[in-house]
């Protein structure tokens, strides 16, 4: 984005459209309207702000930080009332298409014992790409938790995986606080977050019985519904 070198009026409106919309102040927004989260999301704003910053003239420079303050405001009120989750928009791929190629990985869980999804084959396996700081995932976290209560005795299996950079230390009270049963593991430094190209969280990956990649999704829903359900059901029913 380019910011003239002297900026004399800076109206609400267009501020708002420079980060596409004042909802992207807090959580940014996928093609089809899904709210998302994105780690370096924060680094990038703090990068316009500056920008913006210094294009304004001095006398408006001190008032910056008080619009922000009130887009934040706004941002916030309009996410809170986001209403209920959609059903994830996800569609299968045929199994002629499917791959399990750089797949597998090693994660310690919150016992710092390390888990490895190949051990996990044999089950259809729920991927979930969070971290705690994220309100749509906290959002869907209840759902997921549904879901595995549904199916964890039909070979299916979800796995959380937290990018938080401080692991343990928040993600072991966030588990507590909504009482996820299923396991977690931790990805503070985002390599298995960059292993499976994930743009933001939540993302969502279904692999099949034999470790294929079957189906993605980006963005909260609801997987206590009769779509998440039919997804998994095709999948368990598979040979």
Same mark, same amino acid.
């Given at each position: ?16 459209? /420079? ?23 924060? %680094? ?22 008080? *619009? ?9 009120? $309009? ?22 190629? #750089?797949? &597998?990985?090693? =994660?310690?869980? =919150? ?5 490895? =999804?190949?051990?996990?084959?044999? #089950?259809?396996?729920?991927? &979930? ?36 950079? $401080? ?11 909504? #009482? ?12 298995? /977050? ?9 993302? %969502?990956?279904? *692999? ?32």
């Amino acid at each position: 984005m380019r910011f003239p070198r002297k900026v004399h009026t800076l109206s609400i409106n267009t501020f708002f459209a /420079s980060f596409g919309g004042a909802d992207n102040l807090v959580c940014p927004r996928s093609a089809d309207g899904t709210v998302l989260s994105f780690d370096r999301f924060r %680094i990038r704003t703090l990068d316009y702000m500056t920008n913006i910053q210094q294009a304004l003239p001095p006398q408006l420079r001190r008032l910056l930080p008080f *619009l922000i303050i009130a887009i934040a405001v706004v941002s916030l009120t $309009q996410y809170q009332k986001g209403g209920a989750l959609a059903p994830p928009q996800m569609k299968l791929l045929s199994q002629a298409t499917r791959s399990a190629d #750089n797949t &597998n990985f090693t =994660l310690p869980d =919150l016992s710092d014992r390390p888990r490895q =999804l190949e051990n996990f084959k044999g #089950n259809v396996v729920l991927l &979930n790409f969070f971290a705690t700081w994220c309100g749509p995932c906290r959002k869907e976290m209840p759902t997921l938790e549904a879901l595995y209560q549904t199916y964890k005795d039909r070979d299916f299996i979800v796995l959380g995986i937290a990018g938080d950079t $401080q692991g343990t230390k928040t993600v072991a009270p966030f588990v507590q606080d909504y #009482n996820l049963s299923f396991p977690i593991l931790l990805d503070p430094q985002g390599g298995i /977050s960059t292993q499976y190209r994930v743009p933001g969280v939540p993302t %969502i990956y279904l *692999l099949d019985r034999r470790g294929r990649v079957a189906g993605m999704t980006v963005g909260s829903a609801d997987w206590n519904s009769d779509q998440a359900r039919a997804l998994i059901e095709t999948l368990l029913e598979e040979e």
